[in-house]
């Protein structure tokens, strides 16, 4: 067998596109159709993906700042309360200790008033016995001047 050339097994190019599109005209255009068909589906079906996967992003991010404003809200009205709640009870303990320091300054003061009037009574009573001791001493001194001088 001899080696042809290259040139040689070649057909002008025109001529060969004809001989292809006589043989497998038909299948090639009808195969190139489907393919066309098949891309075209393929960038729409990629298309509407990609419009839906934006489109539930949208809403997640709306749903997700949703929640969160709501939940930050709840937080919020939470924290109130119990900023009130503790707000009252510290109120009412202010005025618990109140109450107490004023009855125990009342009951202070009336101790501190019946030790005076006791102190008071006693040192009356001292007196008074230090005076009748006095009149008695003079009373002997008196009495033993008289029998002295007599």
């Given at each position: 067998m001899s080696k042809k050339t290259v040139n040689e097994d070649k057909s002008p190019p025109g001529e060969l596109e004809i001989l292809q599109n006589l043989i497998f005209g038909n299948q090639a255009r009808e195969t190139s159709r489907r393919l066309a068909d098949i891309e075209t589906r393929l960038n729409e079906s990629s298309q509407e993906l990609r419009t839906v996967i934006n489109n539930n992003q949208e809403i997640a991010l709306t749903n997700s700042n949703d929640q969160s404003a709501s939940v930050r809200?709840?937080?919020?009205?939470?924290?109130?309360?119990?900023?009130?709640?503790?707000?009252?009870?510290?109120?009412?303990?202010?005025?618990?200790?109140?109450?107490?320091?004023?009855?125990?300054?009342?009951?202070?003061?009336?101790?501190?008033?019946?030790?005076?009037?006791?102190?008071?009574?006693?040192l009356q009573a001292a007196s008074e016995e230090s005076r009748e001791r006095d009149d008695s001493l003079r009373q002997e001194l008196?009495?033993?001047?008289?029998?002295?001088?007599?």
């Open positions: 809200k709840e937080l919020t009205q939470r924290i109130n309360r119990q900023h009130e709640e503790l707000t009252g009870q510290i109120n009412q303990v202010q005025q618990d200790l109140t109450n107490q320091l004023r009855k125990l300054q009342s009951e202070l003061s009336e101790q501190i008033t019946k030790m005076g009037n006791t102190q008071q009574e006693r008196l009495t033993l001047t008289t029998w002295l001088d007599d």
